[in-house]
């Protein structure tokens, strides 16, 4: 894996918009190898399993007993279920352009606490993932992480790609624009104003969004017929620490 380094005018894009796609950036046969895995664990079930029910977003089962309780949302832990996981997350086409985008000089860390899974949004029970910034659920010293997003098929407005809001990363809003679960509230004027800006992510197999941890984004329910997969891992610099005896300390970060 040996992809041309970022152009200026990436960083550029990155640094004013908080998100950048690189196309193409998984090898075909990395791509499919990984899909054979995450097809064989999620038929199986393969704990560790995040669940609709257990998040309760919009959309989800309600309950245990209700039709769809056992749909997966994510399989978690991506990075110790196999090789080819580890060997994509910590390649050097991720750590060359994380660095580049982090733009500090420091080494590259994977957190092994956030993300670190295969998204899995299946069709009929797939829930709605409202507009939020990953920082809400992280605690590190500085709120500046980047994940790192890659498209094992299509992603769609059909089967619930992302939406991002460009330039969000660098916002700071009062916390009445939040609801309890800080989401933002759809019902404020300056939030459905905000909302208004935001891109679709459309993503071809084999593409790779990168977005900092501060950009808000969401994403829709699946109205296709197949579950559509992602693999995510998420970033920090090595300067940047998980603050102790919280989530984000929980399991030691992987250095590229």
């Known amino acids: 894996m040996n992809a041309p380094a970022l152009s200026d005018l990436e960083n550029a894009a990155f640094e ?16 499919h190898q990984m899909q054979r895995i995450a097809g064989e664990h999620l038929e199986q079930l393969i704990a560790p399993i995040e669940y609709e029910i257990d998040v309760q977003y919009p959309g989800a089962p309600a309950n245990a007993d209700a039709p769809g309780a056992r749909t997966s949302r994510r399989l978690l832990q991506a990075y110790a279920r196999h090789e080819v996981f580890r060997s994509w ?14 733009g ?4 590259p860390m994977l957190s092994q606490c956030h993300h670190n899974c295969i998204m899995t949004k299946a069709p009929g029970y797939s829930s709605v993932t409202l507009w939020h910034q990953d ?11 980047i994940s790192v997003w ?6 769609d407005r059909q089967n619930g790609c992302l939406r991002v809001i460009p330039g969000s990363h660098k916002l ?28 679709v992510v459309e993503l071809s ?8 941890s501060r950009l808000f984004h ?5 109205l296709s017929d197949e579950t559509k997969l992602s693999v995510v891992f998420t970033y920090h610099e090595s300067g940047n620490h998980p603050i102790h005896d919280t989530r984000s300390a929980r399991f030691p970060s992987i250095r590229l």
């Open 135 to 145: 920082n809400r659920y992280w605690s590190f010293d500085y709120e500046n992480l």
């Open 172 to 199: 700071t809003l009062d916390s009445g624009r939040f609801d309890a679960a800080l989401f933002l509230r759809p019902d404020l004027p300056e939030n459905k104003a905000l909302i208004g800006q935001a891109e």
């Open 89 to 102: 997350a910590t390649s050097s086409d991720i750590g060359v352009t994380l660095k580049a985008l982090f």
């Open 150 to 155: 890659m498209a094992l098929g299509t992603e």
């Open 218 to 222: 969401a994403a829709g329910r699946n």
């Open 16 to 31: 004013r918009d908080g998100y950048l796609v690189r196309r193409g950036l998984a090898p075909e046969a990395l791509r």
């Open 104 to 107: 500090s000089g420091q080494d």
């Open 205 to 212: 197999p084999g593409d790779v969004l990168f977005f900092h």
